[in-house]
């Protein structure tokens, strides 16, 4: 796996505390079979400081001397949507797209999705970027109207969903909206959002194991492998699906409709 969303450097945000608990963290992923990880702190989001790039750099060069060469670890960050993140992205003294290429992974608040989204994301894609949208299945606006996805989708967004929502470990909504929005083909990546080894550790495997449960290999392998490395090396997406709207009746409709469809 290729985790493009980790929250592992030391005392940035609510991530690991120290170093001692930031190693321990890209250990466990080893473990778990997580060869790359991109670090994303948080970024414009007002609970905690918003470090400069050169500062959270250092804090990566930091980590990286005493975890080795395995698991590889790359620069990025998790930035909390405004609808100036167009302009911040330009002014490149805030938010680090991941492995510093043109992918942006870009939150929402769980409980809501503002209003115009649309304008900011188009300028953002202007700009040479590309949005990632982190974990839209636990927000509870994109739970109960998906199709906010599809329009997002197909106006050059991409999405991320969590690994421990496919194991229900962020509540059966979560869990749900995911099975569905991968058999409709809404989702690009599957990170796992580690933030420390025991309450948000890096598991994977059963996440993976899963993914290829509900979508087959070829698409586990995508959303977790090959998506993934197209990001960290500044490439085009191997996978990207026409997203499907999903029905009113549920999951099951939206898998045979995808792999009708394939």
Known sequence: MIDIHHHCLPGVDDGPATLD???????????????????TPHVLRGRWKTWRPLELSTRLEELRAA????????????????????DVLAANDAIIPLARGRYVLIEFAANNVPPNIEQ???????????????????????????????????????????????????GPAAQTACETWIGCGLVHFVATDAHNTS???????????????????????ALTVKNPQAVVENEVLAFEPEPVRPAKNGFFTGIRRFFGRS
């Open 21 to 39: 608990e930031a190693v321990a963290m890209c250990r466990m992923s080893a473990d778990e079979g997580i060869e790359t990880i991109v670090a």
């Open 67 to 86: 975890v080795g060469d395995s698991p590889r670890l790359v620069m990025g960050s998790e930035a909390f949507f405004t609808h100036d993140v167009a």
């Open 120 to 170: 900011p994301l188009y300028r953002m894609q202007l700009g040479g970027w590309t949005p990632i949208v982190a974990h839209p299945e636990r927000n509870i606006v994109f739970q109960a109207k998906p199709e906010l996805l599809v329009s997002m989708i197909e106006a050059g967004a991409r999405m991320q969903i969590t690994a421990g929502s496919l194991l229900g470990e962020f």
């Open 199 to 221: 309450k948000r550790p890096p598991a994977a495997r059963a996440a993976v194991a899963r993914l290829r449960e509900i979508a087959g290999d070829a698409t586990a392998d």
